[in-house]
């Protein structure tokens, strides 16, 4: 079975069909290129099956299902409770003042003890004085509350990133986006958030299991720091990294949910010849950890060097499929990325 | 009876919401071409009105309240005006220019700041030792706007309904100022230019258009519509204070964002609906609720339709 | 890491050495009080806006509700009568919840429209406070207000010097905790967010739930500010205490000392606050003391020249010092200020080779 199976995506803005039915699986252990022109659709492929976008039409199944939120019961339960509490809070705030003065002010007197249970008594039997026209507003903020409670909590259904980076697709961005005020090592640590158990009183309070996972964590940020050669500078802004260093604080950034799908979008950019080499040995080793990679890139010598296989792209449509010998032999994929004349 | 109170509310609420109009279109303007909330806009509006009040004092004009002196109206309407544009022109060369590259948030700091400083001045301004400002003996207390404009009812002194001249000022003043604007946006040149800038101003200095003097275009554009909205304003309510600015500008800051912030058509629907709101509120519920409503609606607006009514939202490029 | 003294350790050692120094005047202790105080409300701004880019401009709001729940809670004319430790940390509970409930609608709109909706809220607060007098006793303020014990001590009103050191000691403890969140998990999703939200959200951190816990968490800290504001002046005063001038004192003392730096925080604190209750005062009485009719002379009340002195903080800082006094450690970081200037504006992002 495939570890990631991609059918039918088709990504529309407005008019445009930037991804048009594209359908390919990748398998366990693989190292998959996506490559195309520019505006070929790929980055937009990316976002899609990432969850940055939703897609138009298709879907993305991961390990045999898709990665989303189930609609259940707790959905309709939690939605009725805003809109209950929501209809009560109203209510009490329309008419506070009333509520108040017969439950606290007429109770409350200096020398004896604050009879409670009376003042609950006046302040429920005031509120049930109400007027029913005045119950009205509060039914309404209320209903309106549920629904969009019900909104909200749908549309947390969909394939969000996070669900998705949690669920082990990790990916790396065209124009870097590192935090860049942050250092390498901070960097990488977001990155194993996911993987990361102490919850917010177990940080407040620095209990003992706050102690021994931030030991652990650094110790693993810092060997995947060494993993892409940048252990020595891991206490320096992340924005302080030349460019070609950049590349690889987010792939390690990237690896350390410990995914098991790295998407890679267009690494060597920018680099010179003998960083292109060391990043090939990179996403091998990459992979050698049993990570499966999915690179776009248009540098040739890294896609044909490393891949195992190749989708190529062109107008949104998948135009080929297969190893590097089989693409280089494909004359449609030739003449899309290169023009009619010119073999490779 | 309960008629003729509708009716009246109407009126005000329609009189206010033109005049809230006036001062939303310039947040709409300037946010829809830098994208910035000018917080100082509304504290420009508070100055205008009091310039026009110094103008009055000087001129010894408050001696004619009540004379319907048509003349002097249009002498504060054009001079608030031009100060106000310039005002705003040179706030936007001082404490936004400089800092656009520099990202939203400091923008915004920035406008805040500057609208802070306007404030102190307009209250040190109220503590000038004119007549006008009761001799400057309380600087912060709000002060009398003379009456220039009479407030006789047009529909007869024993009609329930009070239609004053001040109604009509209103209209006659925001009325022609909008569809001046409408043209200028819609027809010439400078229209096109801000428009180009407002979608994508690398793109339009790109193409040739010197996108610097457009933004400065627009902020005078939208000062002088604050100016004029501050002299309608305290001729309509006969009383302007320091703090004014901030309670306008939130008001038109709601309307813009009602309506779309933007869109221009959506600032005017936006300050008509605040208006006849806040209108309806004073009448029928309680005034010291009012600003609770308003504010309530906004937030109930951002919630559910985070672009406002008559908006569109640029999805974020990813 | 540079090796350098913890500006912190500093702030904290000079703070509590200084009583010692000082002749303990009564304005000294008037100026510190308040900058403590106004510390605490900057440390919770500072978690919101500087920690996590969420610009609030409605930090009073959450103070007027803590120093509101610390007297309702507190005050002898109400049967609650919790004492002042129970008022003090119901108070930050009570700002919680206001944060959490303001927070949940409105926490997916972005920048400037949430920094509208925390203005309305500002002033929504203050009307409802100015209007339910049966509750919060209009602008006479809910008074007295109960004063600390601790172990059968009480440190009562006049008592200004202790009043000092325990203000100290809640802040140092408030940082201590800040400071915690700050360096763990929790934290670095708030760092994470400011500095890029979509990749900080394709690392798997979800950005609502992360938003709102630093919506609620600075929201209790200034509402824990806000309950001493109270407890200090043994009443909370009238509503306008807690107008929007203070929301931007509020963000004045982040961006001036430097947003998202804990330490800037309380040098912005010192700056600001200091300005207010001394610079501010002597400005007032040079005008004064040049014109006979002093008490006419719109310069010469202080008041008078606040507006003024936070506008011009304001756009000086932004315009000349954009990271602050003393801005976040890292070295080679990019300044604070805008979160978002060191990204590419929203038309030309990562899809630049896509669609």
Redesign the interface.
């Known amino acids: 079975m495939s570890l990631l199976e991609v059918r039918d995506i088709t990504m529309r803005f407005g008019g445009l069909t930037a991804v048009d039915g594209v359908t390919f699986d990748v398998r366990q252990g693989e190292i998959l290129a996506v490559i195309g022109p520019n505006g070929a659709g790929k980055t937009t492929l990316f ?1 899609a099956i990432t969850g ?2 939703e897609p138009t039409q298709g879907s993305v199944k991961f390990r045999g299902s898709q990665v989303r939120r189930n609609p259940d019961l707790q959905l309709v339960v939690r939605a009725a409770l805003v809109g209950i509490l929501g209809a009560i809070t109203t209510f009490v705030a329309l008419n506070v003042q009333e509520i108040w003065t017969a439950a606290i002010e007429a109770n409350y007197l200096l020398d004896t003890p604050f009879p409670w249970s009376k003042a609950l008594r006046d302040g429920w039997s005031t509120a049930r004085a109400v007027p029913l026209a005045w119950g009205v507003v509060p039914a309404v903020v209320g209903g309106m509350l549920g629904a ?1 409670t019900v909104l909200a909590l749908w549309q947390r259904l969909r394939r969000t990133p996070d669900l998705i980076a949690r669920a082990g697709l990790a990916r790396t961005f065209q124009n870097i986006r590192l935090f860049t005020d942050l250092s390498l090592i901070e960097n990488v640590l977001v990155g194993m958030d996911s993987r990361l158990k102490c919850g917010y009183w177990t940080n407040v309070l620095r209990l003992p299991a706050f102690m021994r996972e931030r030991s652990q964590s650094a110790a693993e940020a810092m060997e995947l720091l060494a993993f892409v050669g940048l252990a020595d500078r891991a206490h320096a802004a992340a924005g302080s990294l030349p460019y070609g260093h950049r590349r690889r604080l987010e792939i390690a950034r990237a690896l350390a949910s410990q995914p098991a799908v790295l998407l890679l979008d267009e690494p060597a950019a920018g680099m010179n010849p003998s960083e292109v080499t060391s990043l090939m040995q990179l996403i091998r080793r990459v992979r050698d950890r049993g990570v499966t990679v999915i690179l776009i890139e248009h540098h040739m010598k890294l896609v044909m060097g490393i891949s195992d296989r190749i989708v190529v792209l062109q107008y949104g449509r998948k135009i080929g499929e297969g190893t590097p010998q089989e693409i280089q032999a494909d004359r449609r994929c030739i003449e899309a990325y290169l023009g009619a004349e010119d073999g490779l | 009876m309960e008629l003729e109170f509708f009716l009246q509310q109407l009126i005000t609420g329609l009189s206010n919401g033109m005049i809230i109009a006036l001062i939303a279109i310039g947040y709409t303007m300037v946010y829809g071409i830098i ?1 910035l ?1 000018n917080f100082a806009h509304g504290d420009l509006f508070m100055l205008g009105s009091f310039l026009a009040l110094t103008i009055l004092g000087a001129l010894g004009m408050d001696a004619w309240a009540g004379g319907g002196t048509w003349g002097g109206v249009l002498l504060l309407l054009l001079s608030c005006a031009v100060f106000c544009a310039g005002l705003n022109w040179t706030i936007e060369r001082v ?1 936004y220019r ?2 656009r ?6 923008l ?3 406008a ?10 307009g ?2 301004w ?2 000038l030792p004119m007549d006008v400002f009761a ?6 207390a709000p002060k009398d706007f003379p009456p220039l404009v009479p407030n006789t009812n047009l529909l007869g002194a024993d009609s329930l309904v009070q239609l004053t001249p001040k109604d009509l000022l209103v209209v006659g003043v925001t009325l022609p100022l909008m569809l001046a604007l409408t043209w200028i946006v819609t027809r010439t040149r400078l229209g096109k230019a801000m428009r180009a800038t407002a979608q ?1 101003p ?1 793109a339009a200095r790109l193409m040739g258009i010197d996108t610097d003097r457009v933004i400065g275009a627009t902020f005078l554009i939208g000062g002088a519509l604050g100016g004029f909205a501050s002299v309608i304003y305290a001729l309509y309510n006969n009383t302007i204070s320091f703090q004014m600015g ?1 309670r306008a500008g ?1 008001d038109a ?2 309307a813009a ?1 009602l309506g779309g912030i933007g869109s221009m058509p959506g600032a005017v629907a936006g300050a008509i609906v605040i208006g006849l709101v806040r209108a309806m509120s004073d009448g029928y519920l309680e005034t ?2 009012t ?2 409503i308003v ?2 609606i ?2 109930l607006i ?3 339709r ?1 672009s406002g009514l008559l908006g569109s939202r ?1 999805k ?3 | 890491m540079r090796a350098r003294v913890n500006p912190i350790l500093i702030f904290f050692a000079v703070a509590a050495a200084l009583p010692m120094f000082f002749g303990a005047t009564g304005l000294f202790y008037d100026a510190f009080q308040s900058i403590f105080v106004f510390a605490l409300v900057g440390l919770g701004l500072n978690i919101i806006t500087g920690f996590t880019g969420m ?1 609030n ?1 409605g930090m009073a709001a959450f103070m007027a509700i803590g120093a509101y729940g610390f007297a309702i809670l507190t005050c002898d004319i109400y049967p609650f009568q919790v004492g002042f430790w129970w008022g003090l940390l119901l108070s930050g509970a009570i700002g919680a919840l206001a944060g959490f409930l303001l927070g949940a ?2 926490l ?6 949430l ?3 925390t ?3 500002g ?2 607060t203050l ?2 406070l ?2 339910l007098e049966v509750i919060t006793k209009g602008t006479q303020g809910i008074n007295p207000l109960p004063r600390p014990t601790i172990g059968g001590w009480t440190i009562e009103l006049q008592d200004e010097r202790s009043w000092y050191y325990l203000l100290l000691l809640i802040l140092a403890v408030a940082v201590l905790l800040v400071r915690r969140l700050e360096r763990s998990r929790t934290g670095r999703a708030w760092l994470s967010i400011r500095e890029d939200a ?1 990749a900080s959200q394709c690392m798997g951190i979800p950005p609502k739930r992360t938003r709102m816990i630093a919506f609620a968490t600075g929201s209790a800290v200034a509402a824990i500010g806000g309950a001493l504001f109270a407890a200090l002046l043994s009443s909370t005063g009238e509503p306008n205490s807690y107008d ?1 001038q203070v929301s ?1 004192l509020a ?1 004045c003392i982040i ?1 001036v000392g430097g947003m998202g730096s804990i330490a800037g925080t309380l040098v912005g604190a010192v700056v600001m606050v200091g300005m207010n209750a001394i610079v501010l005062v002597k400005l007032a009485d040079w005008f004064g003391s040049r014109e006979q009719s002093s008490s ?4 010469a009340s202080p008041n ?5 002195i ?6 000086l800082v ?2 000349l010092k ?1 990271e602050g006094l003393l801005p976040p450690r890292l070295e080679g970081g990019t300044p604070a ?5 060191s990204k590419p504006k ?6 630049g080779g896509g669609a």
């Open positions: 976002n940055v976008y969009a | 994208e909330i404490a400089p800092l590259a520099s990202g939203k948030l400091s915004l700091v920035s805040i700041g500057a609208s802070f400083i306007l404030v102190n001045l209250l040190f109220g503590g001799g400057g003996v309380a600087a912060a994508n690398i901030y939130m800051f709601t964002v010291r609720w600003n609770t504010f309530g906004l937030v951002l919630i559910f985070p640029a974020e490029k990813v | 610009l401009l609608p409105t997916g709109l972005s920048g400037d429209y920094a509208i909706v203005m309305g809220f002033e929504i009307d409802v100015k209007n979509l929007f931007i963000l961006i006419s002379n719109v310069l008078n020249w606040k507006y003024l936070f506008g011009l903080a304001l756009i932004v315009r954009p200020l805008p979160p978002d200037a929203s038309g030309v992002s990562i899809g």
